[in-house]
């Protein structure tokens, strides 16, 4: 199996060159075929393995249900996880349970000294340190960590081949992996010196993708298995930005990732005929590709809102489908989502910062430029 993976490699230049020319790019990627690997093996059934992502609100956990379906419908063989933040309603969390092999709370306050005191002393961290507990799933002897904001497009149960830590490269910083989906070890004692870290160094992207590629810092350089190729960490964003690469490598894809601030659960539906609301058609870069965000939507419609109306029952809640005896709002809502974004405020926060960066607006200048980086990577290392 090793072998095909090497055929992948450079993915990390070319997610490079495909910024700058798509074309550049044309003879460093190759299509994964995977399906011969499992037909001599008898199919695993890998109870000791698990997907797991994570829901901190019910938007989240909308997601985490999206696609938690999608890997049951690609006919996964390993177990699904979701870990819970305290703000998720009981509706949802029960609506998870169906979907999801293990539904976990996490509560940082109560899950340990070295949690608590990470907690103490960096506040800020509340949302990295609830993702680190996956580390604690030492239930499972390996893990695949991927955002709520991902969809899967196929099987991809071959990244349990892949060791810890395994992860795409990022486009902001490509010496650093993107945090989105990776490959772990579940480990108290990594999750113990994760937390031992985080409270004393904090991260310099203000979240878990600093704190992670700071621990996992041989990445870039130590073994490029662990480099996991383009078609893992699909943006949404960028395939809309490179549709000549898209056409080319589209038909590859295996995780789209909705990066940035607006996500799909953002928007509307229209059920009746089937159309995402509040979103051009026009190929603006800025916008997701609309058949992932279509996509999205009827995995939504069809197996996530069935679930939430039968735990909601006839309590309201937020489905996100246009509400068809009041077509006035839906205008107010078209025109709220094409109201361009207000400028950039002089300071932005370091979760602004974040979202931007993932977004691929990187303040190349400002605050994230390498100068800074490099600053807080020498304070780190003193
Ligand atoms: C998943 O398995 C079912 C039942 O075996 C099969 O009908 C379906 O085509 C499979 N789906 C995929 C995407 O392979
Ligand atoms: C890991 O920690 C949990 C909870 O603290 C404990 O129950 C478990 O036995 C530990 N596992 C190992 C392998 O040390
Ligand atoms: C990861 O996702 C980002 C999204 O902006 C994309 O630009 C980048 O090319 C992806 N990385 C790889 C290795 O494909
Ligand atoms: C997306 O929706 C959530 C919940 O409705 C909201 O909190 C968030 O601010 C929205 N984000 C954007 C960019 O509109
Ligand atoms: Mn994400």
């Given at each position: 199996m090793g072998r095909k993976m090497w055929g992948l490699i450079p993915v990390f230049d070319c997610s490079q060159l495909l910024l700058l020319c798509p074309s550049q790019c044309k003879p460093s990627v190759r299509s994964i075929t995977t399906t011969d690997a499992w037909v001599d093996s008898p199919q695993p059934t890998m109870s000791d393995q698990a997907f797991v992502t994570l829901a901190t609100n019910d938007n989240y956990a909308k997601g985490a249900m999206v696609l938690g379906q999608s890997l049951r419908n690609h006919n996964t063989t390993r177990k699904l996880v979701v870990l819970l933040g305290p703000h998720v309603a009981d509706p949802c969390r029960g609506a998870l349970h169906s979907i999801f092999d293990e539904v976990i709370m996490v509560n940082v306050m109560d899950s340990g000294d070295a949690a608590n005191l990470a907690l103490m002393k960096r506040p800020d961290l509340g949302v990295t340190i609830t993702k680190l507990h996956c580390w604690t799933l030492v239930q499972y002897s390996k893990c695949v960590f991927m955002d709520a904001d991902t969809l899967v497009l196929s099987n991809i149960d071959e990244l349990f081949e892949r060791e810890e830590l395994s992860a795409a490269p990022d486009p902001g910083w490509p010496d650093c992996f993107n945090s989105g989906v990776f490959v772990f070890r579940p480990s108290n004692e990594t999750h113990k010196q994760l937390l031992t870290f985080c409270a004393e160094k904090g991260s310099f992207d203000g979240g878990d993708q600093g704190v992670l590629n700071s621990y996992f810092n041989t990445w870039a350089t130590a073994d490029i298995s662990k480099h996991l190729p383009f078609i893992y960490n699909l943006s949404s964003i960028a395939i809309y930005s490179y549709l000549p690469a898209f056409k080319r490598y589209g038909h590859d894809a295996k995780v789209v990732h909705f990066l940035?601030?607006?996500?799909?659960?953002n928007y509307s539906y229209d059920a009746q005929r089937g159309e995402v609301r509040?979103?051009?058609?026009?190929?603006?870069?800025?916008?997701?590709h609309p058949d992932y965000l279509l996509q999205w939507w009827q995995l939504y419609a069809t197996s996530v809102l069935p679930l939430l109306q039968k735990v909601y029952g006839d309590a309201p809640f937020s489905s996100g489908f246009v509400d068809q005896s009041s077509p006035d709002k839906l205008h107010e809502d078209v025109r709220e989502q094409a109201k361009p974004s207000p400028p950039p405020s002089q300071r932005v926060s370091s979760e602004e910062r974040k979202q931007r960066w993932e977004a691929g607006q990187i303040d190349y200048l400002g605050d994230d430029s390498f100068t800074n980086i490099e600053q807080k990577l020498n304070s780190f290392l003193k």
């Open positions: 940035g601030k607006v996500k799909p659960w509040g979103h051009s058609a026009s190929p603006d870069p800025c916008h997701m």
